[in-house]
């Protein structure tokens, strides 16, 4: 089957990091674009940051740049997003998916979506 399994999510106080890692089963990452998505309590699924199948480009929203990293290691048929400088807000349910065509900040746009990991931010 294909499959997206998230992990690496937990609890972390302000300021610190996190790495998440997004693994691949029954498909190779290599020619996908690779999204990563969060949900909070209430809300809707967020886009957060992306990375290409081409030359590894990458794209971030706003709220995250310059805190968090995308990249991929497509030996390990694996992408992982970084998290650095954390804050309360940074907390949801994260949720990485493939995109078969360029990075899209569209939900419909993604194939395979993984099950998520949380990730609380707290003091």
């Known amino acids: 089957q294909l499959q997206l399994v998230e992990s690496g999510g937990g609890l972390v106080q302000p300021g610190g990091s996190l790495r998440l890692s997004c693994a691949a089963s029954?498909?190779?990452?290599?020619?996908?674009?690779i999204g990563w998505f969060r949900q909070a309590p209430g809300k809707g699924r967020e886009g957060v940051s992306c990375?290409?199948?081409?030359?590894?480009?990458?794209n971030y929203a706003d709220s995250v740049n310059g805190r968090f990293t995308i990249s991929r290691d497509n030996a390990k048929n694996t992408v992982y997003l970084q998290m650095n400088s954390l804050k309360p807000e940074d907390t949801a349910v994260y949720y990485c998916a493939a995109d078969p065509g360029p990075c899209s900040d569209y939900e419909s746009d993604y194939n395979y979506w993984g099950q998520g990991t949380q990730v609380t931010v707290s003091s």
């Open positions: 990375i290409s199948s081409s030359r590894n480009s990458t």
């Open positions: 029954g498909f190779t990452l290599d020619y996908y674009a």
